[in-house]
């Protein structure tokens, strides 16, 4: 049967119309979008996988900073910084990266507690204290060896501020080093630095503080073998407070008395960190540096030659001093065992830094 005109137009009219009317929401749906801040969230997570060069590891950036909307540096700054914020004046969350040569970074030494190694196959430490105020903030090192040349490298370092929730939780600790090691690789390979690459960084640790020492007899990490039974007993240690002997740019042991005061402490800094030491050295240019005769503070200092970013490896001991006369102050310790315990020390962290054999200043 023909069908007529008068049949087919207004059935047209009405597919016509339904399509009108999908433009137009389609069009309020993005005005919508647009003026909520939509787009914006959407530009800023889109600038993300290209942010800091393209270096940035965006996905992992993502995970840590769940939910929040971010914006962040298209490129490295003039002094090689890197920077991720919220969208939200609302929120403190945010990172900055810093890529730097081994030069200048005295805070690498700055450290209140013993920075946790990243172990892995990376030299790196993760700094976050479980007693302090701002659970919420962290920061993790690598140092990165660009070849064999002592202090041929790159340091490369992530400071976040969560904005909620903490790093207690050991799932943001490894997500922050994610972000740090995934970008500090695209950045080495980027910019001809041949560093090694280790492998992905799971139970992140935490500062250790004073509250976790424990006793001399358990030392399984930086403060193992210093001493024997017998020699503790003399010098009145029962404690100790360590880190494992994954290396580190800083690496600490403290042996205590028997809640844990400190009376000797050992000492390996690396890279920028020993150079900054070494600066303060030759500042106060006192007995601290003394390695042959008895120094009266018993303090004191070998050195190592290392490949790559280790540089000049520089390890101390010191003892605890009298606050009223610390000049004077000398402890009830042989210096000859003392000396041969920082031996030991210093050999064995030199050995997994693939240092040459200590010497003394």
């Known amino acids: 049967m023909e069908v007529s005109d008068d049949v087919r137009f207004p059935r047209s009219r009405r597919v016509r119309r339904a399509a009108a009317w999908t433009v137009t929401a389609a ?4 005005a919508l979008f647009w003026v909520s801040g939509g787009y914006d969230s959407w530009r800023d997570d889109r ?3 290209s942010a800091c060069d393209g270096d940035l590891a965006a996905g992992a ?3 840590l900073f769940d939910g929040v909307s971010l914006t962040s540096s298209a490129h490295w700054g003039d002094r090689r910084h890197c920077t991720v914020g ?20 005295g805070e690498l030494a700055d450290v209140g507690g013993f920075d946790a190694p990243l172990g892995h196959g990376w030299t790196g430490s993760f700094r976050f204290d479980p007693d302090g105020e701002d659970p919420d903030e962290a920061r993790a090192t690598l140092l990165l060896s660009c070849g064999k040349g002592s202090g041929n490298g790159r340091v490369i370092t992530a400071d976040a501020d969560l904005g909620r ?19 500090a690789t695209a950045y080495t390979r980027r910019t001809g630095c041949a560093a090694p690459v280790g492998e992905r960084v799971r139970n992140v640790g935490v500062t250790t503080t004073l509250r976790d020492h424990k006793p001399v007899a358990d030392a399984t990490g930086s403060c193992a073998g210093l001493l024997d039974g017998g020699t503790a007993a003399r010098w009145g240690v029962r404690t100790v407070r360590e880190i494992p002997t994954a290396p580190a740019p800083v690496e600490d042991c403290a042996l205590g008395g028997l809640r844990g005061t400190f009376l000797y402490g050992f000492t390996a800094r690396y890279g920028p960190a020993a150079a900054w030491e070494q600066t303060r050295l030759d500042h106060r240019r006192d007995a601290e540096a ?16 290392c490949p790559g970013v280790g540089g000049t490896a520089l390890f101390q001991v010191g003892a605890l ?12 310790v042989d210096h000859e065992e003392l000396r041969a315990a920082l031996r030991r020390f210093a050999e064995r962290s030199a050995k997994n830094h693939s240092c040459e054999e200590p010497r003394a200043v």
Not at 86 to 93: F, I, L, M, V
Not at 165 to 171: E, K, N, T
Not at 321 to 332: G, I, K, R, T
């Open 86 to 105: 919220a969208s939200d004046d609302d929120t403190d969350a945010g990172l900055v990266l810093w890529a730097r040569d081994t030069e200048g970074l």
């Open 61 to 63: 950036v993502r995970e």
């Open 165 to 183: 929730g903490g790093f207690d939780d050991p799932v943001a600790r490894e997500r922050l080093v994610a972000v740090l090691t995934e970008t």
């Open 27 to 30: 069009v309020l749906a993005g």
């Open 47 to 49: 600038a993300l996988d």
């Open 321 to 332: 001093h009298d606050v009223d006369a610390p000049e004077l102050a000398a402890p009830a």
């Open 290 to 305: 003394r390695t042959g005769a008895d120094a009266p503070n018993a303090r004191y200092v070998l050195t190592a030659r």
